[in-house]
């Protein structure tokens, strides 16, 4: 289905790809979480996982190159609670190192592309 839609805006970007196949990951794992968490853990991760590829398709529809960095800033901080949402749901054995390691694969690879993104702007 997404990939009908992919040449259209920001859905072409690798980057958003990826971070749009982060969050549907986040909202699996996050189904086996305790219900006690559904306002904790649960909700923080989900928000952050989903900041991710909002914040890089409102960027990419500002298309100036200033108000684009200050949203994929923001997309990165979000990142960085992605990984420490992570490790923390490992710690607490809500998911287990496979899926740990998963995810963790995803938020790299979308943290490099965003990084990359990032450097690509400042030099045009």
Do not use: C
């Not at 982060?22 to 794992?29: I, S």
């Not at 928000?47 to 684009?68: D, F, H, L, M």
Request: hydrophobic share 35%; no cysteine.
């Amino acid at each position: 289905m997404m990939e009908e839609r992919s040449d259209k805006g920001f859905r072409k970007l690798i980057v958003w790809q990826r971070a749009h196949q982060l969050t549907l990951l986040v909202y699996k794992l996050t189904e086996k979480f305790p219900k006690s968490e559904i306002y904790g853990l649960t909700s923080q991760l989900r928000r952050a996982a989903v900041s991710v590829p909002a914040n890089i398709a409102e960027g990419y529809g500002y298309g100036r190159k200033g108000q684009t960095g200050r949203f994929l800033d923001i997309a990165q901080g979000s990142l960085s609670e992605v990984e420490y949402y992570l490790i923390l749901s490992l710690d607490l054995t809500y998911i287990n190192q496979e899926d740990y390691d998963k995810g963790e694969a995803l938020r790299a690879e979308t943290g490099f592309l965003l990084h990359r993104l990032e450097q690509s702007l400042k030099r045009s």
